[in-house]
């Protein structure tokens, strides 16, 4: 069941899904599968199935592990999945997603948004349209299932240990409709319970710090060697010099020290989703 080839010589992780689909479908062991009775065992629709298997669309997110449950294939269709997600960004974009899926610490740093590992389908879409006003509906649909696709690596077997800094701007910012603002808060505070998660907010009058005017992630490897990432507009560096990188794991250092403890930062996200009732 190989996939088709690209410019490149490898396969194409989008078309080997749809194929691997088929393919399990027809080759159901007790008897073959139409797209309804699959669709059925996968609680959706005979439509989506179509979609999946002649690659029109994005994959829906919670589909990919229903399929596996289904087929029993231990993880294939999850990983194509997260394969795809992966080359449907810009190249520039592709090594920083390894290295995130990869990682066992994730550090993060945001002055003004929510960050996508920790983002709703609901904030998602209010961030995407905000910046790409000009967006067709399936451009919204693809990007917001491709970000709620990076939480997966929270709810993995080993989730890595994640640090998160927010600016208090992050609370405050009125990027998105109060409702929406509010259910992003509570995920917010639900993800901070998890054991691997420690969300902490930067107050608005801590000192001025290295990474003021743009989101920083340090991303730690299996082998302990960290690499910086930051993004501006249109584009993504990535960091790996090791006098840059031990520097911003000492900034990063500085400002878990001058922001709020996780505990004192839950009760202030609970405070700012009051205002927003």
């Not at 996508?116 to 998602?124: E, M, P």
């Not at 509906?137 to 491709?146: C, G, S």
């Not at 930067?202 to 290295?210: F, I, Q, T, V």
Request: contains cysteine; neutral net charge; charged residues 25%.
């Amino acid at each position: 069941m190989g996939g088709e080839k690209g410019a490149a010589g490898t396969q194409d992780p989008r078309r080997q899904f749809a194929e691997e689909c088929r393919s399990a479908r027809e080759l159901y062991p007790s008897c073959p599968l139409n797209q309804t009775q699959l669709a059925r065992m996968v609680r959706t629709s005979k439509s989506s199935i179509s979609r999946v298997e002649t690659c029109k669309g994005p994959i829906p997110p919670d589909l990919p592990a229903l399929l596996d449950e289904v087929f029993a294939t231990d993880g294939t269709f999850k990983r194509l999945y997260e394969e795809a997600v992966a080359q449907s960004f810009p190249s520039m974009y592709r090594r920083r997603m390894a290295l995130e899926r990869s990682a066992v610490v994730i550090r993060e740093w945001s002055p003004t948004i929510v960050p996508g590992l920790f983002q709703t389908a609901d904030y998602a879409r209010a961030v995407f349209t905000g910046g790409a006003p000009r967006a067709s509906d399936d451009e919204v649909t693809a990007f917001i299932a491709n970000r709620l696709t990076r939480r997966a690596i929270l709810d993995g077997d080993a989730p890595p240990d994640v640090r998160a800094v927010l600016c208090e701007s992050v609370l405050r910012r009125r990027l998105c409709p109060p409702d929406v603002m509010r259910r992003q808060l509570a995920a917010l505070l639900k993800d901070g319970e998890r054991s691997t998660v420690r969300i902490q907010i930067l107050p608005w009058d801590a000192p001025a710090h290295l990474f003021a005017d743009w989101p920083v992630t340090l991303l730690t490897s299996p082998s302990h060697v960290a690499t910086v990432c930051v993004e501006n507009y249109r584009t993504a560096g990535i960091v790996d010099d090791p006098d840059h990188v031990r520097t911003a794991l000492r900034t990063y250092d500085e400002l878990t020290s001058d922001a709020l403890s996780a505990r004192d930062s839950a009760r202030l996200i609970a405070k700012q989703m009051e205002t927003l009732s």
